[in-house]
């Protein structure tokens, strides 16, 4: 069974920077296009950025610039490195293989106060 843990949130003030982490288990890890997503508040659950299994990235225009996707085949690892953090940023963040339906993780709380 799949299993995605995602980690490294918490708060921060509006300008700073935070690094998740995602676990991945139980999945042909190397052959999946990794994303991550974002939840706001009374929002959908939207896709924020997305990995290759080589390694190539794409971003939703509300970070590019400022998120950097990155992925570790070797320890099944998914990361987004987020800098110049905005209030708008807050939600929670999740991890999941493109066009995969994995189970959910839990996800891990962004806030990002001004």
């Known amino acids: 069974q799949v299993q995605l843990v995602e980690s490294g949130g918490g708060l921060v003030q509006a300008g700073g920077s935070l690094r998740l982490s995602c676990a991945v288990t139980?999945?042909?890890?190397?052959?999946?296009?990794m994303a991550w997503y974002r939840q706001a508040p009374g929002k959908q659950r939207d896709g924020i950025a997305a990995?290759?299994?080589?390694?190539?990235?794409n971003y939703d225009s509300s970070v590019k610039g400022r998120f950097t996707i990155s992925r570790d085949n070797a320890k099944n690892m998914v990361y987004l490195q987020m800098h110049s953090l905005k209030p708008e940023d807050t939600g929670v963040y999740y991890c999941?293989?493109?066009?995969?339906?994995?189970?959910w993780g839990q996800g891990t709380q962004v806030t990002v106060t001004s």
């Open positions: 999941n293989a493109v066009r995969r339906n994995y189970p």
């Open positions: 139980g999945s042909d890890f190397r052959l999946d296009i």
């Open positions: 990995i290759t299994p080589v390694g190539s990235p």
